[in-house]
């Protein structure tokens, strides 16, 4: 079973946001993966409180602060009540509310059918 994050780690999401954002401004589907999976990497690496977090789990929680943190609004159940009170907190320039390019495996399997 996976290990749920904390709220120090969560807030480390809302932290690290706009470089994030900055950094995936402007990609494709595939170049958002990438650039995604390299941040994670490097938060792994550099974040004491990720150590021993898989570095594609904390690509996962990348998107999905990204797309909680907008605001954007998705037709199927999607957000965490552990992490709902963060919806909206950091809108993204220009408020724009289109989810993260990259769909995870996280939201597919949240998705309802």
Request: net charge positive.
């Amino acid at each position: 079973m996976a290990v749920k994050y904390t709220t120090e780690q969560n807030n480390v999401f809302m932290e690290v946001m706009e470089e994030y954002r900055r950094r995936i401004e402007g990609a494709t589907p595939e170049e958002t993966k990438r650039l995604t999976k390299v941040f994670a990497k490097e938060l792994v690496s550099t974040v004491p409180l990720f150590y021993g977090r898989s570095e594609n789990g904390i690509a996962e929680r990348l998107v999905y602060f990204d797309n909680l943190l907008a605001g954007v609004a998705f037709p199927f159940e999607y957000y965490l009540k552990s992490t709902f009170n963060y919806f909206g907190k950091l809108p993204r320039k220009n408020d724009d509310k289109y989810q993260n390019k990259w769909k995870t495996q996280h939201e597919s399997r949240r998705e309802r059918p």
